[in-house]
């Protein structure tokens, strides 16, 4: 199986401020990166595809970049409505991997 | 817009076997896979596999062959069914819909199922 991994765990921000979460896989996946986002009590809801690809409706302060093993999501310009737990999924091969997940919390 | 809804007990007992089922609203099932995703009481997500329209199944094989989805197109619904439950089993369950890339565009809202005895 690839592995996932996500850093930081937690990171505290305020309204405004950028973001990045950084998603490193255990081997290659080309850009066959997804990012979700989660608040609590809520299912996950889809971001972005193929590592920088946004799906739509997803504001455009959202972004994804890297490729092979490294990749970050960007939230620039920070909203309240921001505030919640990303993860990453591999789809480079099955079973579909996520990492352990990030939370964007209040600064 | 597609719609996920997960049904199924919210409580079950160890060793025994859980059903669920996810009825999908909004969109035929035909051209997707449907799949099935969960997460243990603040933990992160887990995948449990993946069903065609048609009948072509994926289990992630850390569920050591436990796990079972099937499809009835004519009711809109697919089922997980999952053996020998134990307390490391207890998350909340999602299904979701896998677009053409493998990626999950679609979430039901999950439902909790508990096993305890």
């Known amino acids: 199986d690839i592995q996932m991994t996500q850093s930081p765990p937690t990171v505290s921000a305020s309204v405004g401020d950028r973001v990045t979460i950084t998603c490193r896989a255990s081997q290659s996946i080309i850009t066959w990166l997804a990012w979700y986002q989660q608040k609590p009590g809520k299912a996950p809801k889809f971001l972005i595809y193929?590592?920088?690809s946004l799906e739509s409706g997803v504001p455009s302060r959202f972004s994804g970049s890297g490729s092979g093993t490294e990749f970050t999501l960007t939230i620039s310009n920070l909203q309240p409505d921001d505030f919640a737990t990303y993860y990453c999924?591999?789809?480079?091969?099955?079973?579909?991997?996520f990492g352990g997940g990030t939370k964007v919390e209040i600064k | 817009q597609v719609q996920l809804q997960e049904s199924g007990p919210g409580l079950v007992k160890p060793s025994e076997t859980l059903s669920l089922t996810c009825t999908v609203s909004g969109d035929s099932m035909n051209s997707f896979y449907w799949s099935w995703i969960r997460q243990p009481p603040g933990k992160g997500l887990e995948y449990i596999g993946y069903i065609s329209h048609f009948g072509l199944t994926n289990y992630n094989p850390s569920l050591k062959s436990r796990a079972t989805i099937s499809v009835d197109t004519s009711k809109s619904q697919f089922s997980l069914r999952l053996s020998s439950m134990t307390a490391a089993d207890t998350a909340v369950y999602y299904c979701a819909r896998l677009d053409g890339g493998n990626t999950l565009d679609y979430w039901g809202r999950g439902t909790l199922v508990t096993v305890s005895s």
């Open positions: 999924q591999q789809y480079n091969s099955y079973p579909l991997t």
């Open positions: 193929k590592a920088s």
